[in-house]
């Protein structure tokens, strides 16, 4: 049965699974399988049971409340941008919004004009949707061999089935089977996503203190940890999802560390002096911090890498190199970044901020879609190579532009 030897790890996620209420004496899941599991998410709030005290662990889990797990273990707390448009969910619908969040990052695409919200899940889309999730790469189908039902798995869903059987999420059942069409109960989605989880003491943090590499080599393979923290150079992080924050620390000096496929939900913090290079493939970060003692860091970007918000505190050269991803999308100078550091970029960024007092922005190559400095901003020298553009500038005290590029709107506000 699948959920039996998972790991037990923690994630506070305010799951509604049924209508508020409190557990009687009598629990319907003492002697379940999943018995370990519910108790603690029971016991820790993360899971409420029916009005009538029951848990009904052996009841079949719908589409709608398997998507709303999903969204708070992947942190898809905020409002979606992206507004979903299934002729079977109305606006009004409790799901409504849960399932916009995992339309708009990919997680589920729906059946045509339908999205079968009280639908049964089925394993199979199940395996599916943490697949997305995880970022699972997926490739060689031969484990699936091992169910003597293997030929009912879809074709669409082979290929994800593999990957959580390979990252060890899902097994089959003791007779042998997958059963692929068959509906997940709510112990099993609990299982599953357990498996996923984090607390502190559930995945352990690491330091990496000399040449070596983390992670997984493996294709369709994901390493978990909670925090990782390099202080060695020449350092390959592969195939992760970090729960916790990255930290790269001192002992980095003028070496690189690469990450390839690897996805950080806390903060990235670049630390020590030095002039490290780091270097991102297909990796997604929410929040990187450059806050180096002395010299300057410089980040590449390739393939699918989409930096949310970097936060300069200290000298940076950020560069976009070949790939689809969004890259550098927010960048932050803040007021505590000292007069007279140098920011330079390479690429099309997205928001770059100001607030900082003298700092200078070098734009050597590619584009900036919106420049903004804060009212507080006095001293800013922005440099702008031959080619380079500005879509929009918001300039709200005196700023010093030179070279030439191009700044196609400017907007002026040093009154304000």
Do not use: C
């Not at 709608?64 to 999903?70: R, S, T, Y």
């Amino acid at each position: 049965m699948i959920g039996r030897k998972l790991v037990t790890v923690g994630l506070s996620l305010g799951l509604l699974l049924g209508s508020a209420g409190h557990m009687s004496a009598a629990a319907d899941y003492e002697g379940h399988w999943a018995q370990k599991q519910m108790s603690r998410w029971l016991e820790k709030g993360w899971l409420k049971g029916f009005a009538d005290g029951s848990v009904r662990p052996d009841q079949a889990i719908t589409r709608a409340e398997f998507i709303a797990l999903i969204n708070q273990l992947a942190g898809l707390t905020a409002e979606s941008k992206v507004k979903a448009d299934f002729s079977d969910l109305p606006k009004t619908s409790w799901a409504y919004e849960e399932i916009s969040k995992a339309l708009e990052v990919g997680i589920i695409k729906g059946y045509g004009g339908t999205i079968r919200p009280g639908d049964p899940v089925m394993r199979q889309e199940a395996a599916i949707m943490v697949s997305r999730m995880m970022y699972f790469e997926t490739g060689s189908t031969e484990v699936l061999s091992m169910f003597r039902d293997k030929d009912q798995i879809a074709g669409w869903s082979k290929a994800d089935v593999a990957a959580l059987i390979i990252a060890g999420g899902m097994k089959g059942y003791p007779d042998g089977r997958f059963a692929p069409e068959q509906a997940m109960t709510r112990a099993e989605a609990i299982a599953l996503l357990d498996y996923y989880n984090v607390t502190s003491g559930g995945l352990q943090s690491v330091t990496i203190s000399h040449s070596e590499g983390l992670g997984s080599f493996e294709p369709g393979a994901i390493k978990y940890y909670n925090n990782v923290t390099v202080s060695g150079y020449d350092v390959l992080l592969q195939n992760l999802k970090i729960f916790g924050d990255l930290v790269l620390e001192e002992g980095i000096g003028n070496g690189e560390v690469n990450l390839d496929s690897v996805e950080v939900l806390g903060k990235v913090i670049i630390q020590g002096s030095g002039d490290p290079s780091v270097q991102l493939k297909n990796t997604t970060m929410n929040q990187v911090i450059v806050q180096k003692n002395s010299g300057t860091a410089r980040l590449l970007t390739e393939g699918t890498t989409w930096v949310k918000a970097l936060s300069v505190q200290s000298g940076v050269n950020l560069e976009e190199g070949e790939g689809t991803g969004d890259g550098f999308t927010d960048i932050d100078l803040p007021s505590g970044l000292a007069a007279g550091i140098v920011v330079t970029l390479n690429g099309n960024f997205g928001d770059v901020n100001i607030e900082a007092k003298g700092p200078v922005l070098h734009l050597q190559k590619g584009s900036i879609r919106t420049l903004k400095t804060a009212a507080t901003a006095t001293g800013v020298k922005i440099e702008l190579d031959e080619g380079t553009t500005v879509t929009q500038a918001i300039l709200n005290t005196l700023t010093k532009v030179t070279g030439a590029g191009k700044v196609q709107d400017a907007i002026v506000k040093e009154d304000e």
